[in-house]
């Protein structure tokens, strides 16, 4: 399964980005898939997840009300809508894809066992 994000940037606070994530279609219609994200020296945070039933959408605390993860299946893409940023954004978002997943774990790091490279958002 292959992954590949773009749509990072910089940008000011209170500013918004969407985050797109490409990738087959057997990722985008089975398993769960994720968006996460990650600074240096910390572990990846997972911000926001899709439930295989593809309805079943989990979020973060610290994003909730601000990020929405949508997905076009006739494009194999997945999105986060970002608003409202902050500093504490400030990141390397990666897009992750996982075959089979549990419904209480889709924003823990070890549901998943494919990532993309990743993509920069910097908050200012």
């Known amino acids: 399964v292959q992954l590949v994000e773009s749509g990072g940037a910089s940008v000011q606070v209170g500013g918004s980005l969407r985050l797109s994530c490409v990738t087959s279609a057997s990722a985008i219609r089975g398993g769960c898939m994720a968006w996460f994200r990650q600074t240096p020296g910390k572990q990846r945070e997972g911000v926001a997840s899709?439930?295989?039933?593809?309805?079943?959408?989990a979020y973060a605390r610290s994003v909730k009300g601000r990020f929405t993860l949508s997905q076009d299946v006739a494009k194999n893409t997945l999105y986060l809508q970002m608003n409202y940023l902050k500093p504490e954004d400030t990141a390397l978002y990666y897009c992750?894809?996982?075959?089979?997943?549990?419904?209480?774990?889709?924003?823990?790091?070890?549901?998943?066992?494919?990532w993309g490279p990743g993509t920069q958002v910097t908050v200012s």
């Open positions: 992750a894809a996982a075959r089979t997943c549990s419904s209480i774990g889709t924003l823990r790091e070890s549901t998943y066992n494919y």
């Open positions: 899709r439930y295989i039933d593809e309805i079943t959408i």
